[in-house]
């Protein structure tokens, strides 16, 4: 009996303590759940039909948590607040009205989730009939003479094709400065520095239409009169007006103006500018204000930096930005690091025939310590430069060079030991971009042709045809995708083979990862006492290249962090006709960005997806490399394109 007490003793206290412990557990659930701050926990939209729930999301205050700061309790910053939902409302019916549905209509609910301090926020939406335009009426407060001269130009056309209220459309009234700023730009084109625009609507709310009038007002038309350059000058007024590209005696234009702050902006002596023209009209002449200062004359500057490939690299330039008072630069500049030592000097003349136009003279010596060859050289290079617009820039150069070329590597099949022989080629070469900025997006293209030895005076005689592109696309407001495409052949009628340092090379950091510096391509062994050490890339005539990149900004955890992956291929080839001896090969991998000062900081590691025998360092069969020869790391500075 006393062995059943205790069992029953025991078993009764376990029934009397599980339920106590239930019911703690559920009282300070319900406690925990009244102390708790109510959170917006789901934001959603009803009757939207013209905008997007992305597009009225940015329109409003209120937001609810990601599934990441919901899993990890990240809600702090999404407290249910009902007066910044009432606000929302009417943040959410002005947007509307402001877009045409002047009737629109706009409520919430509030819905509780299986906790009830989850909430959900529903607008519902009632965007109703909206306004459309049923005719528009371009009238001029002017000279007939004035009107013809603006009514004829290209850019009031335009205007006149491309304004948003166009009939049938949405009569919206946030598209009036548009509108306006459109109409007064194309006047200003024609030299009207002080037009005016003015829009009336006549409202029809029983069919729901709008009769729009556009009153324009152009004024006085202006020509250039005088110039008045305010600043501290070491150069004569003069260099200053011609850099402008404006004539006295010319029609005013915002695009002549606005070409010519940039134009003076962009100049190398000059820190800052600006140009303006009076508030006030007057009569049809035009007094333009250039106020400047300039740089210090004279500058040092250095520069250091550490690679992969390079490993410590730095450079050091001294330049005068004034020669002799005509604004014309020299700098004399040296850059040394393990692969490339470089000294040279540049002169540059920023105004040749027109402010659009420069033209640079630059003669270096240079020495490269590649592994399959070392380059000792001199020469010249001048180059005539026009930028055509701010996205377009073209150029024409001649170069022409003094070479000696060592083998460096003993007892391998390469060309001459030590080779001699002098270049001289012109090279027209192109620069197309659509994007500005660090975080660009959009087009770049850079097309070049090289033609050697028109006249003789190179030892070698070819053409060469190279081109990049670059497509940036951004996914999302972290998130880019960048693509390169690069390829390039050589032409020549010589029957030997061209130097090393005129072939192509593909492979590094920038090119190619997942093979070091140059090694993608044709390969010799190095054999040494009839011992195999290695192998050398020799280059090709022609050679192709890609990559695709998606770099994903982590900044919302740590500031300037970044993530990236990546894909990349290409090859090289002895020549155009002989592409099917080597097949294309790939490199994947990943790597982390650091958004310095001085750049982004990038490491990078690549995957060898389909090596050949010779990028394994397999000789006769037989394996000399180790696991790693399938990975290339890199690390630099910069993007990789």
């Known amino acids: 009996m006393a062995i059943k007490f205790h069992q029953y003793r025991f078993g009764k206290g376990l029934l009397t303590i599980i339920p106590l412990l239930f019911l703690q557990v559920s009282f300070g659930d319900k406690l925990h759940a009244q102390e708790r701050d109510e959170v917006v926990w789901q934001v959603k939209f009803e009757g939207n039909e013209n905008y997007s729930r992305m597009v009225l999301r940015d329109i409003i205050a209120i937001s609810a948590p990601s599934t990441a700061q919901k899993i990890f309790g990240r809600t702090a910053d999404y407290i249910f607040n009902e007066n910044e939902i009432r606000r929302d409302v009417i943040r959410i019916r002005r947007y509307y009205q402001r877009r045409g549905f002047d009737q629109a209509e706009v409520g919430y609910r509030i819905e509780e989730r299986r906790k009830d301090w989850r909430k959900r926020v529903v607008f519902e939406i009632d965007e109703g009939t909206p306004l459309r335009i049923s005719d528009v009426d371009i009238q001029f407060d002017s000279s007939d003479e004035s009107e013809q001269v603006i009514r004829e130009s290209r850019d009031f056309e335009r205007a006149v094709n491309r304004h948003d209220y166009q009939p049938g459309n949405r009569y919206q009234t946030i598209r009036a400065s548009d509108v306006e700023g459109m109409f007064v730009r194309a006047m200003e084109e024609s030299g009207y520095a002080y037009a005016e625009v003015e829009i009336e609507a006549e409202i029809d709310t029983t069919n729901r239409s709008a009769s729009v009038t556009i009153l324009n007002r152009p004024g006085p038309r202006k020509t250039f009169t005088s110039f008045e350059v305010i600043g501290d000058l070491s150069v004569p007024e003069r260099v200053v007006t011609r850099e402008t590209g404006i004539r006295e005696g010319e029609y005013y234009s915002r695009s002549k103006m606005q070409r010519a702050q940039r134009e003076l902006f962009n100049h190398h002596l000059f820190r800052f500018a600006t140009i303006a023209i009076p508030e006030v009209p007057t009569d049809s002449t035009l007094n333009v204000t250039i106020r400047i200062r300039e740089y210090p004359q004279r500058s040092v500057q250095t520069t250091l930096g550490f690679g992969r490939e390079e490993l410590l690299r730095g450079q050091l330039t001294w330049q005068h930005r004034n020669v002799n008072q005509w604004a014309h630069r020299f700098s004399t500049s040296g850059r040394a690091s393990f692969l490339e030592q470089r000294v040279g000097f540049d002169y540059l003349i920023p105004f040749v025939f027109n402010t659009r136009s420069s033209f640079v003279s630059s003669p270096y010596a240079q020495h490269r310590n590649e592994q399959a060859y070392q380059l000792f050289r001199v020469g010249f290079s001048n180059s005539l430069i026009y930028q055509y617009s701010t996205n377009l820039t073209g150029s024409l150069s001649y170069e022409l060079t003094y070479n000696e070329e060592r083998s460096g590597v003993g007892e391998t099949v390469l060309p001459d030991t030590v080779l001699n022989y002098n270049t001289g080629s012109f090279t027209i070469s192109g620069y197309y971009s659509t994007g500005h900025g660090r975080n660009e997006s959009g ?69 190619v990862r997942g093979w070091s510096r140059l090694t993608l391509g044709p390969k010799v062994a190095i054999i040494e006492q009839g011992e195999f050490k290695g192998y050398v890339p020799v280059g090709g005539n022609t050679h192709f290249n890609f990559n695709v990149e998606f770099r994903q900004s982590l900044h919302s955890f740590i500031r300037g962090l970044g993530i990236a992956a990546f894909l990349d291929g290409g090859q090289v080839w002895e020549s155009l006709a002989n592409l099917e001896q080597r097949p294309v090969q790939f490199g994947a991998g990943g790597g982390v960005r650091y958004e310095s000062p001085i750049g982004p900081v990038r490491v990078d590691v690549g995957y060898k997806l389909n090596p050949m025998d010779d990028d394994l360092n397999v000789f006769g069969g037989e394996e000399f490399g180790s696991r790693f020869d399938r990975l290339g790391i890199h690390f630099s500075i910069g993007q990789a394109f």
């Open 443 to 511: 087009w770049v293209a850079q097309p070049s042709l090289e033609f050697s030895s028109l006249f003789d005076e190179g030892t070698f005689e070819f053409q060469k045809a190279t081109v990049d592109l670059r497509r940036f696309t951004r996914i999302s407001s972290s998130l880019m995708m960048a693509k390169r495409v690069q390829g390039g052949t050589i032409f020549t009628t010589e029957d030997e083979d061209l130097p090393s340092n005129l072939r192509f090379f593909s492979g590094g950091t920038n090119s």
